[in-house]
């Protein structure tokens, strides 16, 4: 069974910093792309970034650029997200999310509540 | 920020069929496959349909899609009450370089 289970949010200032982690299992995780997407309470899903299997391919949604960094440790079934210079419209409960190849976003994880102070 | 655009609601009585539509342009419908995800309050979205009309082991077929041109669509025949949650479209889009997220719908059933 797909497992993917995230963590590291919690309450951070503004102008912080934060890494996010998702513990994948049940599939050969280093042969997917993997995502970040997050959601604002009440509101839509928005994409934040996607990573392939080895790392040699990243992208980010355009207004996260320089502040969000996506990567992988395969060794460790591992997904990151570090954030950077927060602001308090990142707050939002972010999700990791399983690409199928020709299926699109297919499993996601729980998701982690990140909260920036003003 | 949402490029796809979906009805805020839809509503049917129970045993009804209800559509969801889902707009968007060439850079995404138009060029790359649609998938629907549920989401219950409180909980992670879940994947409803993939590829346009294809549904993951486990989703009744109560539930179906289609896409024409740049548009895409998602049905729900045999209406229950559990099927009033939200329901959200997505698809990559090439020229944002990125997936990209219905506004999307709150299904109620009367």
């Known amino acids: 069974e797909v497992q993917l289970v995230e963590s590291g949010g919690g309450l951070v200032q503004r102008g912080g910093s934060l890494r996010l982690s998702c513990a994948a299992s049940?599939?050969?995780?280093?042969?997917?792309?993997m995502h970040w997407v997050r959601q604002v309470p009440g509101k839509g899903p928005v994409w934040v970034s996607r990573?392939?299997?080895?790392?040699?391919?990243?992208t980010y949604a355009e207004s996260l650029k320089g502040r969000f960094t996506i990567s992988r440790d395969n060794a460790k079934n591992t997904l990151y997200l570090q954030m950077s210079s927060l602001r308090a419209e990142d707050t939002a409960v972010y999700y990791c999310?399983?690409?199928?190849?020709?299926?699109?976003?297919?499993?996601w994880g729980q998701g982690t509540l990140v909260t920036v102070s003003s | 920020q949402s490029v796809l655009t979906q009805p805020p609601s839809a509503s049917g009585t129970p045993g009804q069929r209800v559509t969801i539509s889902c707009s968007g342009s060439t850079s995404n419908i138009g060029t790359n496959p649609v998938n629907w995800y549920q989401q219950l309050p409180g909980t992670a979205p879940k994947l409803l349909i993939y590829?346009?009309?294809q549904r993951p082991s486990g989703v009744p077929d109560r539930f179906s899609g289609s896409k024409s041109g740049t548009s895409a669509s998602l049905a729900i025949s045999g209406l229950q009450s559990e099927d009033e949650v939200d329901y959200y479209c997505a698809a990559w889009d090439d020229g944002l370089k990125g997936y990209v997220f219905g506004t999307g719908t709150k299904v109620s059933v009367l």
């Open positions: 990573i392939n299997g080895d790392e040699s391919t990243t």
């Open positions: 999310a399983r690409e199928v190849p020709f299926c699109g976003v297919y499993n």
């Open positions: 590829t346009n009309n």
């Open positions: 049940g599939f050969s995780f280093s042969s997917y792309w």
